[in-house]
């Protein structure tokens, strides 16, 4: 496939391909180890904060340069943008210029690494060859210490995905669709299987590289020190939100992957009749991110999500977390000086912070509702299904009445209070 981008300008190609990397969502830098030049030579960091801005669980801002190789693609998968089928400006850059791009922005302290992705132009293996040229320059030539994520292609070499994994601090390959036959219909070149095969052997060389700096300490080489990620596309078909939870809780079992990232569909120009005519609520993948860190961080299962989902699909209009509270009022109030944590962990408005702060304080004294206040921003979510020195719920309300008093319309939404 020629791809005639490169008579642009630099300028105009980085428009272009910058944009069309807006549709992946997985570029999350957490996990990644520090890496510093002042100590290591060089230039770049992983530390601190500065286009595109990822977030790490603990809230921390990381600044990626977020870019494809190029947009043109030889697959005609439904859901995409960059298909061979769809009529957008087509761009691509050379290895080189990645490079020189990373470079630049980074001393002008705009970024501090670089997240490459790009469609597959001829082949996977030679579109993989030049994704992994450009990290492999960055770190050999130009010393460039800064976080690399690469999205790696399937049905590339083993000799490639182990290349990249040396070079790269995260590797992705992404599902795109929650179920073989959706990938099936809308993506009828990709396979599932190959898919999760490529997980499987990431996985392996993951763990194949920890276990080696163990028992060889710092001579074993590194291997995607902050592990793998995978996307899934939402609301491109009618899978339900419990059975998208069910593939991820899968992935994350089966492959040890570091995130399971969501990215609503997004109606495209000139689309196929397969696809739904109206993107999903962007809540609907809010919702699916606050579950996914019930089961990852709170201890939630499965099945106490499809509690909180009987029809499953998650409520729109209250987290999963107080929809599962709602299902199993006679679980509540529980006293905070004296429930165990995996309990408190289940309290609407209590972050693992908060409940961990609780734990460690019970020990010396009682806890008031002012103490929980002072823990949490959110603790007066918590009030209904709480007791504590000197409170306990004045009546039992009724849950309609109870629900109806968290749906609040249009407002600011925390990813993280669970």
């Known amino acids: 496939m020629a791809v ?21 969502a997985s570029c999350s830098s957490s996990g990644t180890q520090k890496r510093n030049a002042k100590t290591l030579g060089g230039i770049g960091s992983t530390e601190g904060s ?21 947009n043109a693609c030889m697959y005609d998968c439904a859901y995409c943008i960059n ?39 001829r082949s996977a293996d030679e579109t993989m060859e030049q994704v992994v040229r450009v990290a492999k320059a960055l770190r050999t030539e130009h010393g460039f210490h800064g976080y690399i994520h690469l999205k790696t292609i399937p049905d590339a070499s083993q000799a490639l995905l182990d290349e990249a994994g040396r070079y790269a601090d995260r590797l992705s390959i992404n599902i795109e669709l929650p179920s073989e036959a959706s990938l099936k219909r809308l ?28 028992t060889r300490r710092a001579k074993a080489p ?15 078909d009618d899978t339900t939100d419990v059975s998208i939870l069910s593939t991820s809780r ?25 696809l739904p005519p ?19 961080f709170y201890g939630f299962e499965l099945a106490d999500l499809k509690d909180a989902a009987p029809t499953g699909m998650l409520d729109l209009e209250i987290d999963p977390k107080l ?20 309990m408190l962990l289940r309290v609407p408005g209590l972050g693992v912070k908060a409940v961990d702060a609780i734990v460690r304080t019970r020990p010396h004294r009682r806890l008031r509702v002012e103490d929980l206040s002072r823990l949490s921003p959110t603790a007066r979510k918590a009030l209904p299904f709480i007791t504590a020195l000197g409170w306990t719920p004045s009546r039992l309300i009724d849950t309609e009445a109870l629900r109806q008093r968290f749906v609040k319309p249009a407002r600011q939404l925390d990813l993280f209070a669970a």
């Open 4 to 24: 005639r981008g490169r008579e642009r300008s630099l300028s105009e190609r980085l428009a272009i391909l910058a944009d069309a990397a807006k549709y992946d």
């Open 50 to 70: 500065g286009i595109c801005h990822a977030y790490a669980p603990d809230g921390r801002c990381i600044s990626l340069l977020k870019i494809l190789l190029t």
């Open 83 to 121: 298909r061979v089928s769809s009529k957008v400006e087509r761009a691509a850059f050379t290895p080189e210029e990645v490079v020189d791009l990373t470079l630049s922005f980074y001393r002008r302290n705009y970024i501090e690494g670089l997240f490459l992705s790009s469609g597959i132009v």
């Open 187 to 214: 993506a009828p070149e990709k396979s599932g299987r190959t898919i999760k095969g490529s997980m499987a052997r990431l996985r392996t060389s993951i763990e194949d590289a920890r276990e080696g700096r163990k």
């Open 222 to 236: 590194k291997f995607a020190p902050a592990g793998q990620s995978t996307q899934m596309i939402v609301g491109a």
């Open 250 to 274: 899968n992935l994350y079992t089966a492959y040890r992957l570091k995130r399971v990232y969501y990215s609503a569909f997004s109606p495209i120009p000139d689309a196929s009749r397969a």
């Open 278 to 296: 109206a993107a999903p609520p962007l809540v609907r993948e809010h919702r699916l991110y606050q579950a996914d860190w019930l089961t990852r």
């Open 323 to 342: 929809a599962w509270a709602l299902a199993h009022r006679g679980t509540f109030p529980l006293d905070v000086n004296r429930a165990p944590r995996e």
